[in-house]
C-alpha cells in the first residue's frame, strides 16, 4: 500500500500547485490550456488504444460495459458526487469533469495494475513510484485547467489501487499481460472520449462506460474456451 499512498500524495500535491499557479490567468488563456490538455490526453488514450491486439474484444466490451453503466447510470452517481463536493468547496464548477478526466488518466494503465500487483506481491513500489512522479506533474496541469476537482481522483487511486494491491494473490493469475493490453486499450478509448469532451464542449457519457474497462477479464477467457 506504500507506493499507492505515495502516489495519491503526489496527485494531491500536483493539484494544489496547479491550483494555484493557475489564479490570475484570464478566460481566454485558460480556455487555450484547456483545449491543450484536451489534446494531450487523446495523445494518451491513443497510446493506450493501439495496444489492442483483439479489436473484437474492445467493441464488445464498450458495447456491453455502456449497457451496464446506463443502467446503473453511473454519470449520475459521478455527477452527484461532484456537486457534493462542489458545495464543500465553496461552489467551485467542473469538479464531476475533473473527477472522472483525472480517474481515467491515472487509474487506466499498465502502470497502475502491474504496479500495484508487484506492491502487494513482492512489496516493490518501484513502478507505483515512478507512476506518482508521472502523476504529480500531469495533475498540475490537469488541475490548472480543470480546477481542484482533480484531486478526488486521489481518492479514486487509493481505492483502485489498494484493492489490487490487497487482492494482488487471487488477482495474479487472473491479470494476465493480454487481459491488462485489453483492458489498457477500452481504456483508452475512454480517455479519448474525455479529452473530445474538453476540446469540443460535448458530452460522450464517459462515466457510463466505465465498466467496459473490466469485461476483458471475462471476455478473454471466454472465447479462449471456443
Not at 74 to 81: A, F, K, S, Y
Request: hydrophobic letters at 55%; proline letters at 2%; aromatic letters at 4%.
Amino acid at each position: 500500500m506504500l507506493g499507492t499512498l505515495i502516489n495519491a500524495g503526489a496527485i494531491l500535491l500536483g493539484t494544489v500547485i496547479g491550483t494555484l499557479l493557475s489564479k490570475g490567468i484570464p478566460a481566454r488563456m485558460r480556455e487555450c490550456m484547456m483545449q491543450g490538455m484536451g489534446l494531450c490526453i487523446i495523445l494518451i488514450g491513443i497510446q493506450g488504444a493501439v495496444k489492442t491486439a483483439n479489436t473484437l474484444c474492445v467493441i464488445v466490451c464498450i458495447a456491453v460495459g455502456g449497457l451496464i453503466g446506463c443502467a446503473i447510470n453511473i454519470e449520475r452517481q459521478m455527477e452527484r458526487l461532484g456537486n457534493f463536493a462542489e458545495k464543500k468547496l465553496s461552489g467551485t464548477g467542473g469538479i464531476a469533469n475533473a473527477f472522472v478526466a483525472s480517474t481515467l488518466v491515472f487509474c487506466v494503465g499498465a502502470m497502475a495494475i502491474v504496479g500495484a500487483l508487484d506492491s502487494g506481491l513482492r512489496g516493490d513500489n518501484s513502478t507505483l513510484i515512478a507512476k506518482a512522479l508521472l502523476d504529480g506533474v500531469i495533475a498540475v496541469f490537469l488541475s490548472s485547467s480543470l480546477g481542484m476537482g482533480v484531486a478526488l481522483s486521489a481518492v479514486a487511486v487509493l481505492i483502485y489501487q489498494g484493492a489490487i494491491a490487497l487482492m494482488s494473490t487471487w488477482l495474479a493469475p487472473l491479470l494476465t499481460d493480454a487481459i491488462i493490453n485489453e483492458m489498457s486499450a477500452v481504456g483508452g478509448l475512454l480517455i479519448i472520449g474525455i479529452g473530445l469532451n474538453m476540446i469540443y464542449d460535448k458530452h460522450i457519457c464517459v462515466g457510463n462506460l466505465l465498466p467496459a474497462i473490466f469485461l476483458p477479464i471475462a471476455y478473454m477467457p471466454l472465447t479462449a474456451l471456443f
